[in-house]
């Protein structure tokens, strides 16, 4: 069904040829990692996916991200089947290493050889997350993410009229500390230890910028040091969006889409980081939409899982819009 797949240095990418390849290309991407399960917080073993008697499929991934690539390459089929050609080639891209920032997959695909064969690139599909009511949710921009410790933003009583996207949070994620002689099993409790490591996930909105100076202030005026975590290698120092109004066209095209499948849209900040960022940053603009409404939010969840009826529905949904956006002559 595809004309072509590359298994190169990076990430396996497939191409679905266009009527004119030179035009700025399109990339459909999904990171193909998930993250850890605590087997006894789940009802089935995790990583042994079924659809259970009530139609839910049940496994981590389910919607994180496996659901959105399989939907992709299912729409393609059934276009391609069809007998539509897109004006332009569409590159399906499975990266890795999303879960853990992304350097040695999209970052790294940026970089490549790889990357430069399939320049210019025009509009960029990735992830989004589910919405528990009608509307779907499409994603332009997402929190700055850094491993450390910053002030919030937000007064409490503000969530009500905000997203998690719009509003700092601070998460503790790891303290190490103690003085032991069998490796961590036991502790000296009547010994000072003389080192605490702790590592911090700090997600910062769009209004904020990593306040570095100041944590520098703060942890020197104690004796403290920060620093990145050794496989931040790159943090972004600048929010990256993408355009949510009609000229963008990309965005109008599928707003236009999600009208004619008579579903409404929320736009809004994604709360943590994904590998669109890395394609933001590069000016290519980037919708992360998983197209899963009426669904909790259950990725990196206990019993993640997925109805049966809305990932067949979303097919239906990339069908339209890749019918719809595909179809687009026009150079951008
Ligand atoms: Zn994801």
């Not at 992830?127 to 850094?146: C, H, I, M, S």
Request: proline share 6%.
């Amino acid at each position: 069904m595809i004309h072509s797949v590359l298994m190169p240095e990076v990430s396996p990418q497939a191409t679905w040829l266009g009527q004119d390849p030179t035009l700025p290309s399109i990339i459909l991407n999904s990171h193909y990692d998930v993250v850890p399960a605590l087997r006894e917080h789940w009802t089935h073993d995790p990583f042994d996916p079924k659809v259970l008697e009530n139609g839910l499929i049940y496994g981590r991934g389910t919607q994180d991200m496996k659901s959105v690539g399989i939907q992709y390459v299912e729409a393609i089929y059934r276009l391609k089947t069809a007998g539509f050609v897109p004006s332009r080639n569409i590159h399906l891209l499975f990266v890795p290493d999303e879960e853990i920032g992304g350097v040695d997959g999209m970052e790294a695909f940026l970089a490549s050889e790889q990357f430069k064969t399939i320049q210019p690139v025009a509009f960029a599909f990735d992830e989004g997350l589910a919405n528990p009511n009608d509307a779907f949710t499409v994603f332009y921009g997402e929190r700055q993410e850094a491993l450390l410790n910053a002030d919030s933003g937000c007064k409490h009583g503000d969530m009500k009229k905000r997203n998690l996207g719009d509003v700092t949070t601070v998460n503790l994620n790891m303290l190490e500390s103690g003085v032991s002689r069998d490796g961590g099993e036991t502790h000296a409790l009547n010994v000072i230890p003389t080192k605490a490591d702790t590592a911090v996930r700090l997600y910062l909105p769009s209004v904020f910028l990593l306040p570095q100076a100041m944590l520098d202030e703060w942890c020197s005026s104690e004796g403290l040091s920060w620093e990145f975590v050794s496989w931040w290698k790159n943090p972004l120092h600048e929010h990256y969006t993408t355009s949510v109004d009609d000229d963008n066209v990309w965005w109008k095209l599928f707003k236009q889409g999600c009208e004619e499948i008579g579903v409404p849209v929320e736009t809004e900040v994604f709360p943590a980081a994904t590998d669109s960022r890395f394609l933001r940053q590069l000016g290519i603009p980037a919708l992360g939409f998983s197209p899963m409404n009426k669904t909790e939010i259950l990725l990196h969840e206990h019993n993640e899982c997925l109805h049966q009826d809305t990932f067949l529905q979303g097919i239906d949904v990339y069908e339209t819009l890749f019918r719809h956006m595909f179809a687009r002559e026009e150079e951008n």
